[in-house]
């Protein structure tokens, strides 16, 4: 018997309330922005007539107008490098800042989870987080995730169902990082049974076939 992992609701989509009030979920991509993005988004919003605004899950913003303004704000938000939809597989990733933001960082981990979100995203469904941090404290995830990707002093580790300083079931060095895991997305896309989910299909994989996907060996 499959099984299966419940998918998290997700706040990147558009709402029907009441009283012709519609919501309409946009956040940055791995919840990091630029100041000068936000000031142009609300700024937008405000344009649009929309004079509400709330935080929601993952570093999303729900912003709250009639539906026509609702949908331009999304369109204007998608064309300006936000995520607005639950499809969208940035919004499967978590991500800190990175190097060179932070001191404690190893790796690009935008540049990582950006090119992860271009080259896997039938890995990325939503049943799961990726969790690409850029050393072992994981501040982006603290919570154990289906995978993970750990920046160390001269490598990169590879983690499954556990936290960024958990023992990794594999290592890729930094130039490699992003084909190994594209090899990973291969290897569950060969795999999953039909009806079965990513996190699934990885924790049923298991770490031994995880590390030879990931290193070539398989």
Known sequence: MTTQ???????????????GL???????AFGQAKAE????LCGEAARLGIKSVKPALDHS?????????CRD????????GFVTFATDPRG????????????SATIATHEIAAQAAA????????????????????????????????????RVSLIAQGKAADEPFAFASFADTNASLRRLADLVRSERRPSENSA????????DRLAAAATGRS
Do not use: M, W, Y
């Open 200 to 207: 699934a299909c990885l924790a049923r994989i298991g770490s």
């Open 119 to 154: 080259e896997c995203g039938d890995l990325l469904d939503g049943s799961f987080k990726l969790h690409v941090t850029g050393c072992p404290k994981g501040c982006a995830h603290p919570q154990p995730a289906a995978l993970a990707l750990c920046g160390t002093a001269d």
């Open 5 to 19: 992992v419940k998918l998290a609701a997700s706040p990147f989509h558009l709402f029907a309330l009441s009283d």
């Open 37 to 40: 993005n936000l000031i142009a």
């Open 92 to 103: 499967h990733i978590a991500a800190c800042s990175g190097s060179p933001a932070c001191n």
């Open 22 to 28: 519609h919501a309409v979920g946009i956040g940055p």
């Open 73 to 80: 704000l999304r369109d204007f938000a998608g064309n300006n």
């Open 61 to 69: 913003l729900l912003f709250f107008g009639n539906v026509l303004a």
